[in-house]
């Protein structure tokens, strides 16, 4: 069965330049969370989408921003890029259970560099 | 304070050491999840505990709901386990939102 796929794995950008990243979750998975781990730092909750609604959204500027499609699919979009967004962005999907629960599988990450 | 809280941050032990990780939380939860993720490498999930305690080859996790505490444990270490191990709880206190803890950086010494 295949993982989370996330694409592209690597990108490069200027300040001021908008990204978009995509996560393919777990066939079956409803559930996608996305998060931004910068050196040193430890994981940091961007958003989770659950049947296409954001369920829950971290503490991030308005310029983070996200969505999820019909087919669970779901794409993250960086506005106005700063340096300080240089980061590995994160995806896992989970299977939910009627009690919220479900193991996390992560895919491998988006590696972004802002110059 | 935060959410969820691990300790130590640091461990470095000497091979064959019996190791232990531990994590509490302050928030009502539906489940925890211990994560393990390599130096450049992807994280990878470990456990996911409601109740109780389970076992994978060498390691071990626990959770006492009633003491909002879990404990990750590591029997035999090899450097091969060094990597950063990471609890994050759903909590339904927040709409069932994970809370992460910062991690425990583990190097373990041959």
């Known amino acids: 069965k295949a993982g989370v796929t996330q694409t592209p794995r690597y990108l490069i950008k200027t300040r001021g330049q908008q990204v978009t990243l995509s996560c393919s979750p777990i066939?079956?998975?409803?559930?996608v969370s996305w998060y931004q781990q910068t050196p040193g730092q430890g994981l940091q909750f961007l958003f989770e989408?659950?049947?296409?609604?954001?369920?829950n959204k971290g503490n991030f500027p308005g310029r983070f921003s996200g969505r999820q499609f019909s087919n669970s699919r779901s794409e993250m979009n960086v506005s106005t890029l700063e340096l300080g967004d240089s980061a590995l962005y994160l995806c896992?999907?989970?299977?939910?259970?009627?009690?919220?629960?479900?193991?996390?599988?992560f895919g491998e990450g988006s590696r972004l560099t802002v110059l | 304070k935060n959410e969820v809280e691990q300790s130590p941050q640091n461990l470095t032990a000497q091979e064959g050491e019996f190791i232990t990780i531990n994590c509490s939380y302050s928030?009502?939860?539906?489940?925890l999840h211990w994560l393990q993720q390599h130096p450049g490498g992807g994280i990878v999930s470990l456990f996911m505990?409601?109740?109780?305690?389970k076992k994978h080859g060498r390691l071990i996790a626990t959770i006492n709901i009633q003491e909002k505490h879990s404990s990750l444990h590591i029997t035999a270490s090899h450097p091969r386990d060094s990597a950063v191990y990471i609890c994050?709880?759903?909590?339904?206190?927040?709409?069932?939102?994970?809370?992460w803890g910062a991690g425990t950086k583990l190097i373990i010494k041959p």
């Open positions: 896992a999907s989970s299977l939910e259970t009627g009690l919220n629960t479900g193991e996390l599988f």
């Open positions: 066939s079956g998975h409803r559930s």
């Open positions: 989408y659950f049947s296409e609604t954001q369920r």
């Open positions: 928030v009502g939860i539906s489940a």
């Open positions: 505990l409601s109740s109780g305690k």
């Open positions: 994050a709880v759903r909590s339904w206190d927040s709409n069932y939102q994970l809370i």
